[in-house]
């Protein structure tokens, strides 16, 4: 168990001599010759991890960061929390794989699971265990949509990101992900996303509006589909959180048309937002969640869909993984929701959200930034030129780097990844956070006189 680097009252950022350091360049040049071209993270943030412990890291030179990527949010309560490896360690000497068959850890998951449902949905409300990620997760909502309704068609939302799968790239926004591959999954629609900050003038329609349109006009090109799919905020996409209208439109209009609503819940779930998912703070209730990354709070993987029990018409083997047994997550999932109603982290999220909100909206005076938005702990600075409007990618990756050299990680996203992102640990403290909102500031604030970042 890492001990070095427990949080100590004051522990900060520390960053000595350029980055990579060399023992982190040593190994990232073993991974250069050796991992997938695919590989992503490490060569915009370049530093080889070593150790973690709650909102801080250690690379292999000796550096120290605040992590606000935090697995890509899979570590709502930091790395390493105690009380979660304990968990873990219990379950380790007992069973660690299950395949799907019921054990104790398993029904205690559940259970904590489906206690933190509204009494009302968790009275009709059934689970299926997926393969261990987001993406497979998402992939079993369309097929259990698919198979309950017979239908083939299924619409999704420009600036959508649900995964990097065949069918998942298929229903996802991003055109340059997808262009290499070809013959994607047929049947998929997309219709404007209507975020916050940017409504329709009177002049226009929502993507409601026009969604609404198009199924119900005879000519409108569109059969049936078997299921709408949507993010309550749009991460991969540049943390566009969506207007409120917007989704009760789609819900009233999918309900209305007898089509499954799928809510993806893989990032904005667990509490990211400030409820324990993004859907309740707009009113509605889907027909299917899908959840995964931060399901068992310290990045065990493991993910799920619960859905209405009315679209339980699958048969025994219709969705599979030989990995969806992970009994170390479930006991950790576990611990984990015992620890976020024990320390009221859901209110920490909110709170420390209001505190990123203050901290980040000083920055709207500067004329590189085109927005800064988010709920939650799940914000994004878009930058752009003001020159033009264009999206003002190199100025994203500068401040990234000013960030990481100062001690600070956050990745960036959205429209060619000109919206810096921050995701840090839902238990993260009002200093760290301070700290962190000083580092990146600075070089945001160095846009007001120039175009790149030193």
């Given at each position: 168990m890492i001990t070095s680097l427990r949080p100590a009252p004051r522990m900060a950022p520390h960053v000595s001599g350029d980055l990579p350091g060399p023992r982190s360049a040593a190994l990232l040049a073993h991974q250069e010759r050796w991992e997938s071209g695919a590989r992503t993270y490490p060569?915009?943030?370049?530093?080889?991890?070593?150790?973690?412990?709650?909102?801080?890291?250690?690379?292999?030179?000796?550096?120290?960061?605040?992590?606000?990527?935090?697995?890509?949010?899979?570590?709502?309560?930091?790395?390493?929390?105690?009380?979660?490896?304990?968990?873990?360690?219990?379950?380790?000497?007992s069973l660690t794989h299950g395949l799907d068959f019921p054990t104790p850890a398993k029904d205690a998951f559940a259970e904590a699971q489906l206690s933190m449902l509204s009494p009302e949905r968790r009275n009709h409300t059934r689970l299926h265990f997926c393969g261990p990620t987001?993406?497979?997760?998402?992939?079993?909502?369309?097929?259990?949509?698919?198979?309950?309704t017979g239908r083939g068609d299924i619409i999704s939302f420009q600036g959508a990101f649900?995964?990097?799968?065949?069918?998942t790239m298929a229903l996802s926004g991003l055109v340059s992900q997808k262009a290499p591959v070809r013959d994607g999954m047929p049947g998929v629609h997309f219709f404007p996303y209507t975020a916050d900050g940017r409504a329709p003038d009177d002049r226009s329609m929502s993507g409601a509006d026009l969604l609404e349109q198009a199924l119900?006009?005879?000519?409108?090109?569109?059969?049936?589909?078997?299921?709408?799919?949507?993010?309550?905020?749009?991460?991969?996409?540049?943390?566009?959180?969506?207007?409120?209208?917007?989704?009760?439109?789609?819900?009233?209009?999918?309900?209305?048309?007898?089509?499954?609503?799928?809510?993806?819940?893989?990032?904005?779930g667990c509490g990211r937002t400030g409820t324990w998912f993004a859907y309740e703070s707009y009113g509605i209730?889907?027909?299917?969640?899908?959840?995964?990354?931060?399901?068992?709070?310290?990045?065990?993987p493991v993910a799920l869909i619960l859905y209405d029990a009315a679209l339980d018409t699958w048969a025994p083997g219709a969705h599979i993984g030989t990995f969806r047994g992970n009994q170390l997550a479930f006991a950790a999932g576990v611990e984990?929701?015992?620890?976020?109603?024990?320390?009221?982290?859901?209110?920490n999220v909110r709170r420390r959200g209001a505190q990123l909100a203050d901290r980040l909206g000083r920055l709207t005076h500067v004329p590189w930034v085109r927005e800064v938005r988010g709920r939650g702990l799940m914000w994004g600075i878009e930058l752009a030129d003001p020159r033009n409007g264009r999206p003002a990618s190199s100025v994203a990756a500068a401040v990234q780097r000013h960030a990481l050299r100062h001690g600070l990680i956050v990745e960036r996203g959205g429209r060619d990844d000109a919206v810096v992102r921050l995701l840090p640990p839902l238990n993260v403290t009002a200093e760290v956070m301070d700290m962190a909102c000083s580092i990146l500031t600075a070089p945001v604030l160095s846009c007001t006189t120039r175009a790149t970042v030193p």
């Open positions: 060569r915009h943030l370049p530093i080889a991890l070593a150790e973690g412990s709650g909102s801080f890291v250690r690379d292999v030179d000796g550096n120290v960061f605040i992590d606000f990527l935090a697995g890509a949010g899979v570590l709502s309560l930091g790395h390493n929390h105690p009380e979660l490896v304990r968990a873990v360690e219990r379950q380790l000497g987001g993406a497979n997760a998402v992939e079993a909502a369309v097929k259990l949509c698919k198979i309950a649900h995964g990097s799968t065949h069918a119900r006009d005879s000519n409108g090109g569109i059969t049936p589909p078997a299921a709408v799919i949507m993010e309550m905020v749009q991460g991969e996409g540049g943390n566009n959180v969506a207007r409120a209208d917007f989704v009760r439109k789609v819900r009233q209009v999918t309900r209305s048309l007898g089509i499954p609503l799928i809510v993806d819940e893989v990032q904005t209730e889907p027909d299917v969640i899908v959840a995964s990354k931060a399901l068992s709070g310290i990045g065990l984990a929701i015992r620890v976020i109603r024990r320390d009221d982290i859901l209110g």
